[in-house]
């Protein structure tokens, strides 16, 4: 039986770059506050908080003074800076470098249009982390679409430009705009920018390659992450046999048991979302060889 660990699942350079920016701070020895999980990945924050890492929501921000605070990949919105500043709080930015960019752009167009006549409308997942981030660049005035299904709830007769979360599918963005490029009104503007990170967009066709050559697919991940969830459905379209777990403990002995008929070429493949560890992979493939060590005493 073939087991195969997918090299390119797991953490992208944001993620990366915030908990290298965590594990650098804690290493000083000193108090360090996440302000919401660092990464939607639950056991990765249980193994920081066991290094002191403690994280915290906006209700208990709020209330701090001068404390250090690591500000995760996702971004925050100009709001958490100004309590930041009001409080004497030290803030480690470890915002991804491609969502500030993003943060950015929709700032510099909302400040632009001074009399807020155009709709910045933002493809993204409602209540996200770094949707309210990018949300807080225009004073809360963006509207948030889910699904290509929602644009119906713009309004064609004025400007629109539109945006997406960095972690989107391509395929949802495209229908977007060909379906706003199809109902705009002749007065009205539409604009829109492709701001869909590759890291993550780039996988899709690489991980469904992956899971159409193995029997099974184990995905490996939080159930808060968005991601996990795209890159899931994308192993689900092409092998049915695909289960998502959380940890070792999840895989049950149904998920990787095969016929007569698939002999010894039965093979495995454990995969996961940008926001899934590799060591917790690995530690997925110890377990499914001790299920399979089991099963054959």
């Excluded at 930041?84 to 491609?98: F, G, K, R």
């Excluded at 493939?285 to 299920?291: A, G, P, T």
């Amino acid at each position: 039986m073939n087991i195969e660990i997918d090299t390119g699942s797991g953490f992208c350079f944001g993620v990366t770059r915030a908990i290298g920016k965590a594990e650098e701070e804690l290493q000083q020895g000193r108090p360090l506050y996440c302000l919401g999980d660092i990464v939607h990945n639950g056991r990765e924050v249980e193994r920081l908080g066991e290094l002191g890492l403690v994280t915290i929501d906006h209700e208990q921000f709020a209330r701090l003074h001068d404390a250090n605070v690591l500000l995760r990949a996702h971004g925050e919105p100009p709001a958490t800076y100004h309590q930041a500043e009001q409080n004497h709080i030290h803030l480690i930015d470890a915002t991804c470098p491609v969502v500030l960019h993003l943060q950015e752009r929709i700032k510099r167009e909302y400040d632009a249009d001074t009399e807020h006549k155009k709709q910045i409308v933002i493809f993204g997942k409602p209540g996200h982390a770094e949707v309210l981030g990018l949300v807080g660049q225009t004073e809360g005035t963006a509207i948030v679409i889910e699904r290509p299904e929602d644009v119906t709830r713009l309004d064609f007769q004025r400007d629109i430009s539109l945006y997406s979360q960095t972690t989107k599918s391509l395929e949802g963005f495209r229908q977007i705009v060909e379906y706003i490029q199809s109902h705009i009104a002749p007065t009205a503007s539409f604009t829109y920018a492709d701001t869909i990170c590759r890291q993550v967009a780039n996988r899709m066709p690489h991980i469904r390659d992956f899971a159409a050559r193995h029997d099974v697919i184990l995905f490996v991940c939080g159930q808060k992450s968005s991601n996990g969830r795209v890159l899931y459905n994308e192993c689900r379209s092409v092998n049915p046999r695909s289960f998502m777990i959380d940890s070792p403990d999840a895989i049950q002995a149904d998920f990787i048991a095969h016929t007569a008929e698939e002999t010894d070429a039965f093979s495995i493949g454990i995969c996961g979302a940008t926001s899934t560890p590799k060591w917790l992979m690995e530690l997925c493939k110890v377990r499914v060889e001790e299920i399979i060590q089991a099963s054959t005493r």
